[in-house]
């Protein structure tokens, strides 16, 4: 009819809703603009189909010439890494935490140490992907995640735990520390949490009691150079290399400007900059037996028609940071801090994680 024109239009349906916003990511007209939706968007869209003929001036077919049909073909289907079960817990934790605590940015991920698989991956606030003009351009333009970064606190010790062991440093179980409650390194005074200190412990309590000065202690006995070619080793100061846009490097000190008080002060957490994709790697390696891996959301590449899987994604690992040995001293310890030291849910009225007198926890 005169006047009428056809266009195109597409639509994205979400069957889960804001699940995994940030992950999956938003599309445009004809592309991918952040997220799994950019990262492999050449693989996703397939190609157009079209149909091709001659023509006179006006637009009408010319008599008797031939025409060529080019079908449109499906771009190839993502199976991610993402587990639906353990995503939707993920989300409803995070909403619960962003009401309990009134927070600003609330962020999780669950990563298999063995993979790097990323299991769950979210944050608040979130968005609906099929509506996300209405969200503020920094809710679905940044995946907290892997953009965030942040102070990791006494998260931070199980890296400077793991390289006093590997460096034969520490024997946690028959070598003793005494804690006033504060330690003295260049003219600064660095306080434990605990008013009074911990008083006379085995270094394996040391670990248990997140106990500040106790971790200065293993920092200085393995001197800067060491300590900071480990948390180099265990992927902090650049990227991981994460298989989603937008992923940041996070800070350290520059070796030069590593002074006794920045020696001490990094091997509690503080003083350094991370991202949460850094920390949740690095902690998988010291755990899984010493194998730092690449982090990734892509599992296997399957083709649309007949379902086959046309390329399984296999763990890559970047590097042996420490030895299985090691690192099996250091799961144990874990293991002790959540059984008999500050993992617990709640230890004399103190909530695990809240930074008191010094202490720079963020969350165990």
């Not at 028959?174 to 660095?190: I, T």
């Not at 150079?225 to 520059?254: A, C, H, P, S, V």
Request: with cysteine.
């Amino acid at each position: 009819m005169p006047g009428i024109y056809v266009a195109e239009d597409n639509k994205r349906f979400y069957p889960f809703g804001p699940m995994a916003a940030q992950v999956l990511g938003i599309t445009g007209y004809d592309s991918g603009l952040t997220g799994v939706e950019k990262q492999y968007n050449q693989l996703l869209s397939g190609t157009r189909g079209n149909i091709s003929f001659l023509t006179d001036a006006a637009g009408r077919q010319m008599p008797n010439s031939s025409e060529a049909y080019q079908p449109p073909r499906d771009g190839l289907t993502l199976q991610l890494t993402i587990d639906q079960k353990v995503q939707s817990i993920v989300e409803r934790e995070l909403d619960q935490a962003m009401l309990k605590y009134q927070a600003k940015d609330v962020i999780a991920i669950a990563m298999d140490p063995k993979t790097g698989e990323i299991l769950a991956m979210g944050s608040r606030p979130t968005f609906q992907p099929d509506r996300y003009q209405e969200a503020e351009p920094e809710v679905y333009n940044r995946n907290l995640p892997i953009w965030m970064t942040y102070e990791p606190g006494s998260t931070f010790k199980i890296i400077t735990l793991s390289a006093a062991i590997q460096e034969g440093k520490v024997n946690l179980k028959n070598e003793s520390f005494y804690d006033p409650g504060y330690v003295e390194v260049g003219g600064a005074r660095l306080r434990c949490w605990k008013k009074g200190g911990h008083g006379s412990q085995s270094f394996l309590e040391v670990v248990e009691n997140s106990c500040n000065p106790g971790f200065v202690a293993l920092g200085q006995r393995l001197g800067k150079e060491k300590l900071f070619e480990y948390i180099k080793n265990f992927g902090f100061g650049k990227r991981t290399g994460i298989d989603i846009g937008g992923e940041e490097n996070g800070i350290l000190f520059k070796l030069a400007n590593v002074g006794p008080v920045e020696l001490a002060t990094t091997a509690f957490g503080q003083g350094v900059s991370v991202t949460p994709i850094q920390q949740i790697t690095a902690v998988a390696a010291a755990i899984n037996g010493g194998k730092l891996f690449k982090p990734h959301v892509a599992k296997a590449w399957v083709n649309p028609d007949t379902g086959e899987t046309l390329q399984e994604i296999k763990p890559e690992l970047v590097r042996q940071v420490i030895s299985p040995e090691t690192s099996k001293q250091v799961r144990e310890a874990l293991e002790s801090v959540v059984a008999q030291g500050t993992g617990g849910q709640r230890v004399s009225g103190r909530l695990p994680g809240r930074r008191q007198d010094g202490d720079g926890a963020k969350g165990h």
